[in-house]
């Protein structure tokens, strides 16, 4: 049965929390089953959170093979990086 | 405590594991009313462990085995569905209201995970279908007796009953069943549990259940 229930990623934003972050994955035949059975899995059933289903297949990866030029930081130019800016009091979330 | 010992019974049986985490979130949520209520009447263990088949008080429709998957969703179906009304008419009862504000958020989740069974199996393949139809069927006869007046609760029963049929009539035809034709109350109906009459396969639960407690009585765990 379960080899036709395709994967699904789920992504839980906490009562607290100011984003979405992906908690893990199940099977699940349907969006609204992948929903509830989030709950089950990784809520726990905290109130005030906010679960996204997606199937996994919709998700679209970096290759590892290409990491370098993805994600290797070009360290000798500072300019790139938001370093040089004094962050005012009463800015959050950054 | 009935049910949740029943649907405890799906651990490692489920057809898939996230449902087995859903059935077993659902026990726990009833063996935590369970424990309430039985708290509410004395103590909690002596209630569970040592009364004998006739002083449990347990509807019959609770006790019924699991059966297939669709068997165990129509029982799901027909009983959290009342669970939610009763416990909505209880809000304000001033023995059962807090108990039943808290616990009317879980049976909703109850209700709504049967509705979603009830639709997939019910409008999913021809075997589910049928399947899902025969547990309706054979548990429709169970039905009548959750509506018999409980001495010490003041509640409109009729009204329950109505909206009950009303909700579970939906769900049944939204999902491309029928409305088991059946007698709810009567004499081809159940209705003793209340009385203590209950059917046998509930002894059988029971020495299960108890049997570590009457082999060590007074033990502490």
Redesign the interface.
């Known amino acids: ?2 080899g036709d ?1 395709p994967l699904w990623e789920v992504f839980v934003r906490s009562r607290r929390g100011l984003s979405h972050t992906h908690a893990g994955s ?4 349907d969006a ?2 992948a929903l ?2 989030a709950r ?2 990784y809520t726990r ?1 905290s109130e005030g959170v906010s679960i996204w289903v997606v199937p996994s297949t919709a998700i679209t990866a970096s290759s590892p093979d290409e990491k370098d030029p993805f994600f290797e930081p070009a360290a000798d130019k500072p300019y790139r990086h938001p370093t040089f800016y004094e962050i005012p009091d009463g800015v959050k979330h950054l | 405590m009935v049910l949740s010992h029943r649907l405890a019974e799906w651990a490692g049986h489920a057809p898939v594991l996230e449902e087995e985490v859903a059935l077993a979130n659902i026990a726990l949520d009833l063996l935590g009313q369970a424990r309430i209520l039985l708290s509410m009447a004395g103590d909690e263990d002596e209630l569970a462990y040592l009364r004998e088949e006739r002083a449990f008080r347990n509807l019959q429709l609770v006790e019924q085995p699991n059966g297939d998957f669709a068997h165990t969703i129509a029982r799901q179906l027909l009983f959290s569905t009342y669970q939610r009304f009763l416990y909505e008419a209880l809000a304000g009862d001033p023995v059962f209201g807090p108990l039943a504000v808290k616990a009317v958020k879980e049976v909703a989740y109850h209700q709504d995970h049967a509705e979603q069974w009830t639709l997939r199996l019910g409008d999913g393949t021809e075997e589910s279908q049928g399947r899902m139809q025969r547990g309706l069927d054979a548990l429709w006869r169970f039905t009548g007796e959750m509506f018999r007046p409980v001495e010490g609760l003041a509640l409109n029963w009729q009204k329950l009953e109505e909206r009950w049929l009303a909700s579970v009539t939906a769900v049944i035809e939204r999902a491309t069943l029928r409305v088991p034709g059946g007698p709810r109350t009567g004499a081809w109906a159940a209705g003793a549990g209340r009385e203590g009459l209950h059917t046998e396969s509930f002894g059988r639960m029971l020495a299960e259940m108890q049997h570590l407690h009457r082999s060590h009585p007074g033990a502490s765990w």
């Not at chain 1, 199940?26 to 035949?29: F, I, V, Y």
Request: charged content about 30%; glycine content about 0%.
């Open positions: 049965m379960s229930w199940l099977h699940a035949p609204e089953l509830r059975n089950d899995l059933r």
